[in-house]
C-alpha cells in the first residue's frame, strides 16, 4: 500500500504560535501513518518535522541547496535539490494534500502553486485568499492541527473536508 504523503508549509522564522501548531501537526501526521514532507529547513518545516519523529513518523525534506547537511535533524530523507526556491515546486507537488501553517511570501507563492497543480491546500492560521480571485481554488481552513490533518486525509481518501 502507498504511503499517504502530506506536505507542511510555513515559514522558516516561526513564530511560538506557528511553531506549536506545526509540532502538533507533524504529531498527528505521524499518528495516521502518513509521511511529513517538507522543506527541510527551520521554522515551521523543523517543527513540524521534529514532531513526526517524536511519534516515529516518516519525514522527507526537499532542501534549496546541494549540501544535505543543511537540513534539520529530524529529517529521515533528505533531498538536496539544488532549486533554491523552485523547490517549493517539489514540496508541493510531493504532497497528495498541503497543510499551511502561518507563513509569509513563500509560503503564499507555495498555495498559489499547489492552487496551479490542484493540491488541496488546508490552512491552519495562514493567508486569507479569496475564492474569485485564486481561480476558484479556495484554502479549506481548521481550527487546530488535528483538524488539519483530518481534513487533509478526508480530501486525499476522496472525502469531503
Same mark, same amino acid.
Given at each position: 500500500?502507498?504511503?499517504?504523503?502530506?506536505?507542511?508549509?510555513?515559514?522558516?522564522?516561526?513564530?511560538?504560535?506557528?511553531? @506549536? +501548531?506545526? $509540532?502538533? =501537526?507533524?504529531?498527528?501526521? &505521524?499518528?495516521?501513518?502518513?509521511?511529513?514532507?517538507? %522543506?527541510? *529547513?527551520?521554522?515551521?518545516?523543523?517543527?513540524?518535522?521534529?514532531?513526526?519523529?517524536?511519534?516515529?513518523?516518516?519525514?522527507?525534506?526537499?532542501?534549496?541547496?546541494?549540501?544535505?547537511?543543511?537540513?534539520?535533524?529530524?529529517?529521515?530523507?533528505?533531498?538536496?535539490?539544488?532549486?533554491?526556491?523552485? @523547490? +517549493?515546486? $517539489?514540496? =508541493?507537488?510531493?504532497?497528495? &494534500?498541503?497543510?499551511?501553517?502561518?507563513?509569509?511570501? %513563500?509560503? *503564499?507563492?507555495?498555495?498559489?502553486?499547489?492552487?496551479?497543480?490542484?493540491?488541496?491546500?488546508?490552512?491552519?492560521?495562514?493567508?486569507?485568499?479569496?475564492?474569485?480571485?485564486?481561480?476558484?481554488?479556495?484554502?479549506?481552513?481548521?481550527?487546530?492541527?488535528?483538524?488539519?490533518?483530518?481534513?487533509?486525509?478526508?480530501?486525499?481518501?476522496?472525502?469531503?473536508?
Amino acid at each position: 500500500m502507498t504511503k499517504r504523503c502530506i506536505a507542511v508549509i510555513g515559514s522558516g522564522v516561526a513564530t511560538e504560535e506557528e511553531s @506549536r +501548531n506545526a $509540532l502538533e =501537526v507533524g504529531r498527528e501526521i &505521524a499518528r495516521q501513518g502518513a509521511v511529513l514532507v517538507c %522543506g527541510g *529547513l527551520t521554522g515551521v518545516m523543523e517543527a513540524a518535522a521534529r514532531g513526526a519523529k517524536e511519534m516515529g513518523g516518516l519525514t522527507l525534506g526537499i532542501i534549496p541547496g546541494e549540501d544535505p547537511s543543511s537540513a534539520n535533524p529530524y529529517i529521515d530523507i533528505v533531498i538536496p535539490s539544488g532549486l533554491g526556491i523552485a @523547490r +517549493n515546486v $517539489l514540496v =508541493v507537488s510531493s504532497g497528495q &494534500a498541503v497543510i499551511a501553517v502561518g507563513g509569509k511570501l %513563500g509560503t *503564499l507563492s507555495e498555495i498559489a502553486i499547489a492552487f496551479v497543480i490542484k493540491r488541496p491546500v488546508i490552512g491552519l492560521g495562514t493567508w486569507q485568499i479569496e475564492k474569485a480571485r485564486s481561480g476558484g481554488n479556495e484554502i479549506i481552513f481548521a481550527r487546530d492541527a488535528k483538524e488539519a490533518v483530518r481534513k487533509a486525509l478526508e480530501v486525499i481518501e476522496g472525502k469531503s473536508a
